[in-house]
């Protein structure tokens, strides 16, 4: 464990920066936080997380696939792919971090998406550990523990110092190559893993249990009357798989620029209709489907394919910003009770 | 760079066949004139005019045809209406392929083989039975139930014709919607005509066609005595990536694109029903 007065983080930062591009939590100036490159003056935000999720940095909202010069009867491939550097990612909270092992997951599995994994081998990913969890965070639910996050560098800062754990061979050059640290700190990390464990059990969301939430069920509550009822208010404005860490749908669109044609991908949504809507007809014709879509494949289907790590991290994004307050929580408590 | 499975690779159209008044058969060629990839019968690919779109097709000449692949296509889209304007020697984009296919190689051996589609969905049957004509003996008896509207709408009509229905072994059963002048052959409904024709249930059924007909179809051979175990079908859902991860295709824990695109009727049944 390494150390460092508080007073000396811009020092750190700069040290990083000077070898590497390197972003932070820094707050807009509509006061929302946000992911941003660091400069010299930027300060590091003491909200609790980023507005949006920390996978942009990895599966950006649009990035450039390929692009083709279209003349008469011949095509020509052009290389549009921006170059990734290294770049270390500060500030990762416990739920963003888990969400990259399920991002991994789906971009990593066979055939491997190469812009996705190029980013990732690029970062070095810096986590924050949490001391004041709010009323809407459940990680905990997914075995997640926000007082002790995983990444390539786990972080703990308290009112004077940062405290420093490399936990992976990307860490430890991350470690090696700054010269800022101090040793100690353990005693003070452990006090506050305590102390932020006694917050953690008292969240209101603390007794949400996964029970139930299975194969075995799958079918039994992709058929429960719930549905209706659930989404009878959504709206289906995509708020919620926006501002998801885990959700990874994508589109692949064009931009035709005279004889040059841009294929780039953008996020989607299952939540819209044109979502699955095809010239022969539409599998999820309302938006009772579309909304059980994306709360089964969260809490069914994902963790079929994948060893039973769900498709949340329990973030609490979609708690706080679905403009009719509907949230996966109300999904899971609904559900439960129907298998009681 | 790294090569991504997202970037296809530039193939030409070197021949288009008319079909049917909205069916047209593309030949596709790589840029060194000889055929872009390998596949199973019941593969798919993506296609692409860039400017256009791209869209899944799947892969209608069999495997065993060693100079070019071949899709037949029916116009009902953005990026069907552009294939079907366009002219031969334009080149496109492919990848590919994708998908399971069909077990030609295990589950078929042997066994005598009962062919059932309507309207387009003999384009992913067409690789399978000119696979099956192929290794001719490695399979049993084949059958092949395939309807359409009327005549024109009959693809492949001249191969089936000319050549499906003169060899050995293999049956041809064909029908329209309605009755027309020039045509002497059966009239009626797939799913009527095969409980007219009355399989052997020990045949293995291949399934494909519009939803209307698999219903129905399927329905009339359960109670003829198949087991679904017996009925395999392949399926069509909105693809962008084709690799079983933008999300599209998803069917309950599958992915259409890289599970299926072919099921057999008791792995779908432990699915939900958003198909």
Not at chain 1, 102 to 109: G, P, T
Not at chain 1, 167 to 193: H, M, R
Not at chain 2, 50 to 66: D, H, K, N, Y
Request: proline share 5%; with cysteine; glycine share 8%.
């Amino acid at each position: 464990m390494k150390t460092l007065s508080l007073s000396k983080l811009d020092a750190l930062f700069a040290a990083i920066s000077a070898a590497q591009k390197l972003y932070i939590p820094a707050e807009d100036a509509g006061g929302q936080a946000r992911f941003t490159p660091w400069q010299e003056g930027l300060r590091l935000s003491s909200k609790l997380n980023t507005a949006r999720s920390a996978k942009d940095l990895f599966f950006p909202q649009v990035e450039n696939l390929v692009g083709f010069k279209v003349s008469g009867k011949q095509l020509e491939i052009l290389e549009t792919r921006d170059v990734t550097e290294d770049f270390v990612l500060f500030g990762v909270r416990a739920c963003d971090c888990r969400s990259f092992d399920v991002l991994d997951r789906v971009f990593l599995a066979e055939p491997a998406d190469t812009y996705y994994q190029t980013r990732r081998e690029h970062a070095t990913v810096v986590t924050m550990a949490c001391r004041r969890p709010s009323e809407t965070c459940f990680c905990g639910t997914f075995g997640i523990d926000a007082a002790n996050p995983a990444g390539d560098v786990t972080c703990w800062m308290d009112d004077e110092q940062l405290y420093w754990r490399a936990n992976t061979p990307k860490g430890e050059a991350l470690t090696e190559s700054l010269s800022c640290f101090a040793d100690g700190g353990e005693e003070a990390v452990a006090a506050q893993q305590e102390a932020t464990r006694a917050i953690l059990a008292k969240l209101p969301l603390a007794g949400l249990r996964t029970e139930g939430f299975g194969g075995e069920h799958m079918m039994e509550l992709f058929a429960s009357p719930k549905w209706a009822e659930l989404s009878e208010s959504c709206l289906g404005c995509g708020t919620c798989t926006f501002v998801c860490p885990t959700c990874q749908c994508y589109d692949i669109q064009e931009f035709k620029n005279g004889q040059t044609v841009r294929r780039f991908r953008c996020w989607d949504s299952c939540m819209y209709s044109d979502f699955t809507k095809m010239s022969a007809g539409q599998p999820r014709p309302t938006q009772k489907e579309r909304f059980r879509q994306r709360f089964m494949h969260k809490l069914f289907y994902f963790p079929e394919n994948n060893e039973g790590v769900y498709g949340c991290v329990g973030c609490g994004r979609c708690l706080q910003k679905c403009p009719i307050h509907m949230n996966i929580v109300k999904v899971m408590k609904a559900l439960g009770e129907e298998q009681k | 760079m790294r090569h991504d499975p997202l970037i296809p690779v530039i193939a030409v159209v070197t021949k288009i066949r008319v079909d049917t008044p909205d069916v047209k058969t593309f030949r596709v060629v790589g840029l060194d004139g000889k055929k872009p990839f390998e596949h199973i019968p019941g593969q798919c690919a993506m296609l692409s005019m860039p400017g256009v779109g791209e869209a899944l097709f799947s892969i209608t000449s069999s495997p065993t045809q060693e100079d070019y692949i071949e899709f037949s296509i029916k116009k009902c889209g953005c990026v069907t209406e552009w294939l079907h304007a366009m002219e031969e020697g334009k080149q496109v984009t492919i990848r590919g392929p994708y998908g399971n296919g069909f077990p030609v190689d295990t589950a078929f051996v042997g066994k005598d083989l009962l062919f059932i589609g309507g309207g387009i969905g003999l384009a992913p049957l067409h690789s399978v039975i000119n696979y099956c004509r192929h290794y001719r003996d490695r399979y049993g008896k084949i059958d092949i139930v395939y309807g359409a509207r009327s005549k024109a709408d009959l693809v492949d009509f001249e191969e089936i014709i000319d050549q499906w229905c003169q060899e050995d072994g293999i049956s041809v059963h064909l029908t329209i919607d309605n009755a027309q002048p020039e045509w002497d052959g059966h009239v009626g409904f797939v799913p009527n005509y095969v409980q007219e024709l009355g399989f052997d249930t020990s045949k293995t059924v291949v399934m494909c066609g519009p939803p209307v007909m698999i219903k129905f179809t399927l329905a009339g051979l359960m109670d003829m005595g198949f087991a679904r175990e017996q009925v395999y079908t392949t399926m069509e859902l909105r693809m962008k990536c084709a690799l079983g991860k933008c999300g599209r295709c998803n069917i309950g824990d599958k992915y259409v694109c890289k599970d299926g695109p072919v099921f057999r009727f008791d792995q779908l049944d432990e699915l939900p029903d958003e198909y």
